[in-house]
T-cell receptor
Framework: DTEVTQTPKHLVMGMTNKKSLKCEQH?????MYWYKQKAKKPPELMFV???????INESVPSRFSPECPNSSLLNLHLHALQPEDSALYLC???????????????FGPGTRLTVL | AQSVAQPEDQVNVAEGNPLTVKCTYS??????LFWYVQYPNRGLQFLLK??????LVKGSYGFEAEFNKSQTSFHLKKPSALVSDSALYFC???????????FGSGTRLSIRP
């Protein structure tokens, strides 16, 4: 299995809702990432998990809350979002090995989020 | 600070012609360079990477890229373009001692039949 899956594909939520995005990989990768991508723009890194521990938080607002329950799963919990948070949310994973900064990342298809 | 620049927002090429998508980088230390492709409403797909060694790197779908240290460039090339190559292409860089990938602004490649 060489893919990263993300659910749901599309999500529409109000500003008072609580929802979660899910990401799963079974490639044995121990680094997992959340990115936010606006239309026609490059992905912006939000969070990095290494060995199920949060290693990078790119000053993301607290209305986004990541969780890594095990080595295969990554969640992004959403609460009280703003319309400007509407975007494509991408999950990615990569191996963690010695000198691992040159390992390519494998991306999921993304969740298209619309905040009303 | 590390950065990567893609000077062209869009590149238009006729099918069958060679294509080049440009990328220049700025990083202290040894760079690790990547190309990714994104089709509409999809995630990014890895094409190729340069770590060390041969300056010409071959990747997926017939793409290749040439690392030029003196010009700090890593241009993506393909000898004969296909309509199916039409997509958004991102160059990316990681500093050898870092773990965070930095993407360029992206270049939209359009191949006309």
């Amino acid at each position: 299995d060489t893919e990263v899956t993300q659910t749901p594909k599309h999500l529409v939520m109000g500003m008072t809702n609580k929802k979660s995005l899910k990401c799963e990989q079974h490639m044995g990768h121990r680094a997992m990432y959340w990115y936010k991508q606006k239309a026609k723009k490059p992905p912006e890194l939000m969070f990095v998990y290494s060995y199920e521990k949060l290693s990078i938080n790119e000053s993301v607002p607290s209305r986004f809350s990541p969780e890594c329950p095990n080595s295969s799963l990554l969640n992004l919990h959403l609460h009280a979002l703003q319309p400007e948070d509407s975007a494509l949310y991408l999950c990615a994973s990569s191996p963690l090995t010695s000198g691992s900064s040159y390992n390519e990342q494998f991306f999921g298809p993304g969740t298209r989020l619309t905040v009303l | 600070a590390q950065s990567v620049a893609q000077p062209e927002d869009q590149v238009n090429v006729a099918e069958g012609n060679p294509l080049t998508v440009k990328c220049t980088y700025s990083v202290s230390g040894n760079p690790y360079l990547f190309w990714y492709v994104q089709y509409p409403n999809r995630g990014l797909q890895f094409l190729l990477k340069y770590i060390t060694g041969d300056n010409l790197v071959k990747g997926s779908y017939g793409f290749e890229a040439e690392f030029n240290k003196s010009q700090t460039s890593f241009h993506l090339k393909k000898p004969s373009a296909l309509v199916s190559d039409s997509a958004l292409y991102f160059c990316a860089v990681i500093r050898s001692s870092a773990s965070k990938i930095i993407f360029g602004s992206g270049t939209r490649l359009s191949i006309r039949p």
